[in-house]
Nanobody, 117 residues
Framework: QVQLVESGGGLVQPGGSLRLSCKAD????????MAWYRQAPGKQREPVAI???????WYLDSVKGRFTISRDNAKNLVDLQMNSLKPEDTAVYSC???????????WGQGTQVTVSS
């Protein structure tokens, strides 16, 4: 079992930055694929950034060059650095851990990010 707790959300002006953190407890995430998803009001949840156990990354086209995902396996942490934020980035951001061994996804409860002037 993996428990995921997100932090770092909040209200920021357009063009500003936020850093989201996801702390995993209960299991070492070294072999897990970690990801950040988001869900805006009235829209489906979508993957924003993914980082594999080997460190390979993938980004949603609309956030490329602005967001950076990173992981610290020793601390069981996954961060999402978000720069040049836009109103359309407003959403609930959730951390996800995927265990290939168990073929199981684990989710955090989410953190609200609001980009508004």
């Amino acid at each position: 079992q993996v428990q995921l707790v997100e932090s770092g959300g909040g209200l920021v002006q357009p063009g500003g930055s936020l850093r989201l953190s996801c702390k995993a407890d209960g299991s070492i995430i070294e072999i897990y694929t970690m990801a950040w998803y988001r869900q805006a009001p009235g829209k489906q949840r979508e993957p924003v950034a993914i980082i594999t156990s080997g460190g390979s990354t993938w980004y949603l086209d609309s956030v490329k060059g602005r967001f950076t995902i990173s992981r610290d396996n020793a601390k069981n942490l996954v961060d999402l650095q978000m720069n040049s934020l836009k109103p359309e980035d407003t959403a609930v951001y959730s951390c996800n851990a995927y265990s290939p061994q168990l073929d199981t996804h684990y989710w955090g409860q989410g953190t609200q990010v609001t980009v508004s002037s």
